[in-house]
């Protein structure tokens, strides 16, 4: 309740509560326009582009494309970029940033580009049937994984990995493997009424 957090932290700034909702609109509009940035200059990048680099966030996903993808012996082949999706079952649809095959294990690795203030910032627990998770956006996007996964699942792919690459604001990034998570969302989309309460979190397009 975004109400209830600006009364609650408006006075231990020490400034009114229109004056927080302002600060907190900006940083929002802000993170918004560079996630979005970064985003499409990822999604077009090819070695061409190396130069055209103008953020630290930016610079941080050429080095995963060079460290990778674009060297001697890669680890991954880039197959596919903003692979748009939908479950013909339970109608929900997301696009994944960037699909990737392991050449040594050779099988699928979807992957997602973050560039999140912090990814572990804590509020509470989610909702059941993932109540043991803690609310922060890391496990948020474990789960946006899983919805990608579920859809992937459909076309008998064999998926090894979910990658979340987090690009920092000091041009390094990160790499975190993410849980399977879609046998618990699974049952969840099957029969949500199994469970104690409705996860409020969860959206069906990512």
Request: net charge neutral; proline share 4%; with cysteine.
């Amino acid at each position: 309740n975004k109400e209830l957090w600006l009364e609650r932290c408006a006075p231990k700034e020490g400034i009114p509560v229109w004056e927080l909702e302002e600060r907190w609109d900006n940083k929002r509009d802000v993170a918004c326009d560079l996630g979005h940035d970064t985003h499409d200059f990822l999604e077009h990048y090819g070695l061409s582009y190396k130069f055209l680099a103008d953020t630290p966030q930016k610079k941080a996903g050429v080095k995963f494309f060079s460290d990778y993808i674009y060297c001697k012996n890669p680890r991954y082949t880039d197959i596919c970029r903003e692979l748009r999706m939908i479950h013909r079952t339970f109608k929900f649809c997301g696009t994944a940033d960037l699909i990737l095959w392991d050449n040594i294990d050779h099988s699928i690795v979807i992957s997602d580009w973050k560039t999140n203030e912090d990814l572990f910032k804590t509020y509470k627990y989610l909702k059941a049937p993932f109540d043991n998770y803690q609310s922060n956006p890391f496990n948020k996007y474990q789960l946006q994984f899983s919805y990608y996964q579920l859809m992937l699942m459909q076309s008998k792919y064999r998926i090894s990995n979910r990658l979340l690459i987090y690009l920092d604001r000091e041009g390094e990034y990160t790499l975190y493997p993410c849980t399977d998570l879609t046998n618990d969302l699974s049952k969840f989309l099957t029969n949500p009424n199994q469970f104690t309460s409705t996860p409020a979190s969860y959206g069906l397009v990512w």
